[in-house]
């Protein structure tokens, strides 16, 4: 498992956030199944990776990925309002 570099995984969160915002789901994605790997625990992560899913939609993938941000963070409103449209469909 590669060593956490709160640095590189700045960048790699700066750079998924980018690809998102541009609807470049499928890159997001890549960039994120490494780096949710490198910081297992960070809920921001989990929730971009889910939401990079949900734009390629693979939605099973992206409920998994929601729903392991709000274990990290039960707080994690927009995770959970992600889940829950998803659920519902």
């Not at 700045?10 to 199944?33: G, H, M, P």
């Not at 992560?45 to 734009?55: I, N, P, V």
């Not at 939605?59 to 709000?70: D, G, H, S, T, V």
Request: overall charge negative; charged content about 35%.
């Amino acid at each position: 498992m590669p060593k956490k570099n709160p640095i590189l995984l700045d960048e790699l969160i700066e750079t998924a956030e980018f690809y998102i915002l541009n609807q470049k789901y499928s890159e997001a994605a890549k960039v994120l199944k490494d780096t949710v790997e490198i910081d297992e625990a960070n809920p921001l992560l989990h929730y971009l990776y889910g939401l990079a899913l949900e734009g390629t939609n693979d939605f099973e993938n992206a409920k998994r990925e929601f729903r392991r941000a709000l274990e990290l963070d039960p707080e994690h409103t927009e995770a959970k309002d992600h889940l829950d449209r998803l659920v519902g469909q």
